[in-house]
């Protein structure tokens, strides 16, 4: 059995259709009935379809099987949550929570229903007043600041360490210089190394008492 085939019957069976219409579908689509008499990109086309009316393959699920984000503003609002989490402020990074966090602000289901403009920037300021509120974390662009300072991978870290470290300032740079393997960090993939770290530091300092 090719991979499309097998597909398409996972489609069949998450999709809760009978035999009766799963093979109107497939004739509808392509003219035949059976996956087996179909060409590769027939059955791609069936595939697509399949898609289009909320299936979602193992590309799209992550290794428990639960779907991942999708939708336009998903990264931005992944990463505002993962920051709180690496702050302390929120107690899951869990996808799940990021979910139930959005239909509160705006009453959709899934981030991946949050294509409108509007409703991302809705949750998305929403989650940049709670890490500056309970994070600490200044979003404020300054003329003529170097370019690493604009980043909000900096921003979080900065706020990190303030909540870590609140009188060594003086240390900031040095350490996530060493936490990045000696380089000063200067891109966003960078960065994400020193938040998880100051993360898991953070987490550790909660559930020890000392913060």
Not at 89 to 114: M, N, P, W, Y
Request: charged share 30%; with cysteine; hydrophobic share 40%.
């Amino acid at each position: 059995m090719t991979s499309s085939i097998a597909a398409i019957h996972v489609a069949k069976r998450d999709l809760g259709l009978d035999e009766d219409t799963y093979r109107a579908k497939l004739a509808n689509i392509t003219g035949k009935t059976s996956t087996r008499d179909m060409t590769e990109a027939e059955r791609q086309r069936v595939l697509n379809v399949f898609r289009s009316e909320g299936f979602k393959p193992k590309a799209d699920r992550r290794g428990n099987g639960r779907l991942k984000l999708s939708g336009r503003f998903a990264g931005k609002l992944q990463a505002l949550w993962i920051a709180g989490w690496n702050l302390g402020i929120f107690r899951s990074r869990d996808d799940a929570a990021l979910e139930a966090f959005v239909k509160r602000q705006t009453g959709l289901d899934a981030v991946r229903f949050c294509r409108d403009v509007e409703d991302a920037r809705k949750a998305i300021e929403a989650l940049k007043a709670i890490l500056t509120r309970e994070g600490g974390v200044d979003w404020t662009v300054y003329a003529a600041q170097p370019l690493h300072y604009s980043l909000d991978g900096f921003r979080i870290a900065f706020a990190q360490w303030n909540k870590l470290h609140r009188k060594k300032p003086e240390h900031f740079w040095p350490e996530v210089t060493f936490i990045n393997g000696g380089i000063v960090p200067a891109s966003d993939r960078a960065w994400i190394v020193v938040m998880n770290e100051l993360g898991t530091r953070i987490r550790a300092a909660k559930k020890s008492g000392v913060r």
